[in-house]
């Protein structure tokens, strides 16, 4: 190897001596491309689709009733070709604008680099555009005569395409745009979100891809000679396929439908099959417009996007694993001198995103990234330049190129494996949890063989019993996966030879006993997640010698031995971000509590970079709350030195908290020594009353669960001495109560008192204290609350999830009630449901319940604007009528019920669904007594319309019904009916003649039907496959012997 390296290397060297005799010169600057200019003018006629947007867009410049200086600035942001120029065309064009700024101006900038702007060129263009002449040479003279020109002017100015994420270059051009008449704007249009928060100072607005209405309608406009003449059907079927995968993207839509208009059939499958990127004639339409973004990355920043090819379209991607993937193929250089590759592969990412590569970004309870997407169109871009490198496989059975250096796979249990020789770099799965396989020892064997320069190894889900020694010879490996291998036992010792690993996965290998003893000689280790590995019961000796290690999911401890020894090992690790979960097993004599004098103590108080700390107290016998009764003191002595960080933004405690809490976390000492606590979680804990959460003034999510002996959040007590209710709360969003069967109020104020058992504070002519406010309350779940007996509806709830709660449990609408309300002798309350004012009622969108029964006692107001109705498991309901008056209030909002489970219903034709006007969304399920045909209510069976049930429906969900064994008549008047969905109705054996009245229906599901259906469904021979032959999406599974 080394004598093949030292021939490159001469040729090399030959090269750079001879160049100067063939005239060649060296020059670094990077090629700069330029787009076409753009100009102001657009035929309207032509643009479909963004009358919704220019609406909001021009609404936005007139309305001037805020506005305090004298230019503001927009922002439309997207990816290239999502028709940002069009809409800005729009609305420099739109009669009110004109007729709104005097003076208005468009300049194409189209400058694309990122840190440079050449200020002065785009004077001149803005001063052309004034539509003098500017034979000045100087900035001095030409700013001048701009600002001129703007001085006392109320004007509209264009930038479009602007790239520059240099805030001071864009503060330098500000500055000659200042002067203008109060209400002036500038309307920039950008691929870059950074762009647009340099340019700031106004609204941001992104821009999303066409609906499937306009884009299909945009489509047929250019692909067809006429809108009368109606195309041939097969035309029109493989359009709709066409249009789906150009992904929303106007520009492309126009591309496709351009090369195919005039075409014959044979033409358009084979674009349909080859795809428009891949057809020759789409090459110079649209390639450069979409490549546009890919050309201005630097060299690292592109390998990272290119790779990102890997993954199926739509694939949600997780962050971390992208950017572990990138550092294991050594993508990623550090921007800056001294920079971390950390920080470098983080910033990475980060580019990325805000120049428009990545999309539907999701972010954890922090405000963490944790997954994005890949908008279709970037994917396709990432693939074509990837070429042959890059492969998607369902198996590994084919011949593979010799220039494939990167695989991703779905395995089914069809799946086979035949690792031949070749350069694969990765070997990654992306396919879904549940899809498994058996890769067996000798085609393991032949992997690590054959596969000698793989960098990225998934075998996950493979159902490994043990790994080949053979392992420690992919000596490139930097990123190994075997989780979810729950025989896998041991690991070969030949795995801590594999010194250039990053990143180890083995969660949910539950048989793992133990990891490799010299795992400290992994000496890159960055990553390693050993979650769900149940019988795991302590770490390696010197684990903390891991000097890279950043991510640990999880540090075992055997509480039977050398206790402290172990967590002096995680004391040492104080580089560690992100989630940390504290496991001690079998802590049963805690005396080495006290008797261990030379034990280091405050384990994690100097882990900085945690995110959130899990600390579980697990017993040999799965029995956590009785081994938390008979170790309760010594449980709270090891608590004492399990104090986190102040920096700690999330912290679980389960079966370690006992009757008392630590001192760090008692009475009010949990808002110092954990301030910035976001999240807060108690499992299984036997404390009475939880008095640390006091002032908590940052906490957002609070989760309590089995906590078995739990009364009152509050004591009285400490309410008393001073405590402000009003700012105990007052960023709390989410609230999760489950299995507290003591649980009776907020505080015990009350005690003795009448009626104290609410979730709100109560009042006592003894104490002048309002009730606890929860201002930001927007998800409230109560689950198996049986003492609880009334509940405080806050003003901003959104969703409402209740189960197994008191059915005398009241709702109390009007905070100001609260300390007038009296008890009577059954200890009930008065006055409960006082009426809502609408701006505290407006909220409300979805409510998830087990006693539809009980929406009774809701004040009427409270479902003015229901959006999701979810009704569950209610033993009781035997008809919608029992439900017609809280239908009635939400008649005109209502877009998505769900009834599942409801074992009595026996009727849901009538009674209170003829109310519901918007309903979108009907999901049955579970309900075996439910008749559907409707004769019962006297429902004309000859065939005519059911005049009462919702004609707005677009979705209908029919889940295990063994009632059903007819469609009923009334579904063929549904005429807006987009999806029907069928599963599981056994007793179904045929489709009535009448579904292609279903006009609007595009998909049918039949799902594990009978097997009647199967046949008379099949295509093109069963009796009832010219009833939905129309359907474009047809799918279906069958059991077989059904």
């Not at 390696?540 to 055997?558: A, E, I, M, N, Q």
């Amino acid at each position: 190897m080394s004598q093949e390296v030292k021939k490159i290397r001469r040729k090399l060297d030959a090269i750079a001596k001879n160049h100067s005799q063939f005239g060649i010169s060296i020059d670094l600057q990077p090629i700069r491309r330029r787009r076409e200019e753009t100009c102001s003018y657009i035929c309207e006629r032509s643009i479909i689709g963004r009358e919704d947007d220019l609406e909001e867009l021009v609404g936005h410049l007139l309305n001037c009733s805020t506005i305090q200086q004298d230019v503001s600035f927009l922002t439309i942001v997207g990816i290239g070709g999502l028709g940002k120029t069009a809409l800005a065309q729009l609305v420099y064009n739109d009669p009110w604008v004109t007729t709104a700024f005097p003076l208005r101006l468009w300049t194409c900038v189209s400058d694309h680099d990122q840190v440079q702007l050449d200020v002065e060129s785009i004077l001149r263009k803005i001063y052309a555009s004034t539509g003098q002449t500017h034979e000045e040479s100087t900035i001095e003279r030409l700013q001048s005569k701009l600002r001129e020109k703007l001085s006392g002017s109320k004007y509209l100015l264009v930038l479009d395409d602007v790239w520059t994420e240099n805030r001071n270059h864009w503060l330098k051009l500000v500055e000659f745009l200042l002067g203008g008449q109060r209400g002036s704007w500038v309307v920039v249009t950008t691929r870059s979100h950074k762009t647009a928060q340099i340019v700031g100072g106004g609204k941001k607005y992104e821009l999303q891809g066409l609906s499937k209405e306009n884009s299909w309608s945009l489509f047929k406009k250019i692909a067809f000679e006429s809108e009368q003449l109606s195309p041939h059907e097969d035309l029109l079927k493989i359009g709709r396929e066409i249009v789906e995968g150009c992904a929303s993207v106007p520009l492309a839509i126009r591309v496709a439908g351009s090369l195919l208009y005039g075409q014959d059939k044979s033409r358009w499958i084979s674009f349909q099959e080859i795809g428009l990127f891949n057809f020759r004639e789409s090459q110079k339409d649209i390639m450069p417009i979409l490549m546009f973004s890919y050309h201005q990355l630097e060299l690292p920043l592109k390998s990272c996007f290119t790779y990102c090819a890997l993954f199926p379209k739509d694939t949600v991607i997780k962050k971390e694993l992208l950017i572990s993937l990138w550092l294991a193929q050594g993508y990623v250089v550090p921007l800056d001198d001294g920079q971390r590759l950390e920080d470098a592969v983080e910033e990475y990412f980060t580019i990325l995103m805000r120049r428009c590569f990545f999309q539907d970004v999701k972010h954890d309870e922090y405000g963490d990234i944790i997954s994005c997407k890949i908008h279709d169109l970037m994917h396709d871009i990432a693939q074509n330049v990837a070429g042959k490198e890059i492969c998607f496989k369902n198996s590994v059975t084919d011949i593979m190129d010799r220039e494939v250096r990167h695989i991703s796979h779905v395995r089914s249990t069809s799946s086979q494996y035949s690792f031949s020789k070749t350069h694969i770099r990765s070997f990654l799965d992306v396919g879904a949890w549940y899809d498994r396989v058996v890769i067996d020892e000798s085609s393991l064997k032949a992997l690590v063989a054959n596969w000698r320069s793989l960098r990225v190894l998934d075998l996950s889900k493979s159902r490994i019993e043990c790994l080949p020694h053979s392992i420690g010879e992919l000596l490139h490996l930097r990123y190994l996966d075997l989780s979810d291998n729950d025989e896998l036992d041991v690991l070969p010792q030949s795995i801590t030879k594999l010194y250039n690993l990053q990143t180890l996965k083995l969660c949910m290998c539950e048989k793992l006993k133990e990891l490799s003893k010299d795992l400290m000689k992994l000496v890159n280790l960055r990553i390693l997640k050993i979650s769900d590995c149940d019988s795991l019961t302590n770490m390696p000796k010197g684990v903390s010698k891991l000097s890279c290690l950043r991510v640990l999911s999880d540090f075992v401890v055997d509480g039977l031995k050398q206790l402290f020894d172990q967590l002096g090992e995680l004391k040492r690790l104080n580089s560690l971000k992100g989630d940390l979960s504290v496991t001690i097993r079998y802590f049963e004599n805690a005396r080495a509590v006290d008797e261990d004098i030379d034990r280091e103590g405050a384990y994690l108080r100097d882990k900085e970079h945690l995110n959130f700390i899990r600390i579980l107290f697990e017993d040999r016998e799965n029995d956590e709350e009785a081994y938390l009764r008979e170790n309760d003191e010594e449980a709270r002595r090891l608590m004492e030195e399990l104090q986190p960080h102040p920096n700690l933004r999330g912290l679980q405690l389960l079966s370690c908290v006992g009757m008392r809490m630590p001192s760090w976390a008692r009475e009010n000492k949990l808002a110092t020594s954990l301030p910035n606590l976001i999240r807060l979680i108690f499992v299984k804990c036997r404390m009475e009353d939880l008095t640390c959460l006091g002032n908590l003034r940052h906490l957002e999510i609070l989760e309590l669960r089995d906590c078995t002996n739990l009364k009152y959040i509050f004591e009285k007590s400490a309410l008393a001495g001073g405590s402000d209710p009003n700012g105990l709360f007052p960023r709390l969003r989410e609230l999760f109560m489950e299995s507290l069967p003591e649980l009776q109020g907020w505080t015990n104020i009350g005690e003795g008192v009448g009626d104290n058992n609410q979730l709100c504070l109560d009042i006592n002519s003894s104490f002048s204290m309002a009730p606890i406010p929860l201002p930001q309350l927007t998800f409230l779940e109560i689950f198996d609350c049986p003492n609880l007996r009334s509940i405080l509806l806050c003003p901003n709830l959104v969703e409402l999830k209740m189960r197994g709660f008191n059915k005398r449990l009241q709702i109390i609408a009007d905070i100001t009630k609260l300390g007038h309300e009296k008890a009577d002798a059954s200890g009930s309350t008065t006055g409960s449901t006082t009426p809502l004012s609408s701006n505290v009622i407006s909220k409300l969108r979805k409510v998830t319940l087990t006693d539809v029964l009980w929406l009774n006692s809701f004040p009427r107001e409270v479902f003015q604007c229901l959006d999701k109705l979810r009704m569950l498991s209610d033993e009781e309901l035997e008809s919608l009528k029992e439900a017609g008056d809280v239908f009635r209030s939400c008649s005109s909002s209502l877009r998505s019920l769900t009834i599942e489970g409801c074992r009595k219903l026996r009727s849901v034709i009538s009674g209170g669904l003829e109310h519901l006007t918007a309903l979108q969304d009907l999901t049955i399920s579970d309900c075996p007594n439910v008749n559907l045909l409707g004769e019962e209510e006297g429902m004309n069976t000859i065939g005519m319309p059911w005049p009462s049930f919702p004609h707005s429906l677009r979705y209908l969900c029919l889940q295990r019904l063994p009632q059903l064994v007819d469609l009923p008549n009334w579904m063929q008047s549904l005429a807006a009916l987009q999806t029907l969905e069928i599963a599981n109705c056994r007793g179904l054996e045929c489709m009535p003649d009448w579904m292609p009245k279903l006009t609007s229906l595009r998909i049918l599901r039949l799902l594990y039907c009978s097997e009647r259906l199967k046949e008379r469904c099949q295509q093109p021979t069963g009796e009832d496959w010219p009833h939905i032959q129309h359907i474009p999406s047809k799918e279906t599974k069958f059991l077989q012997n059904c």
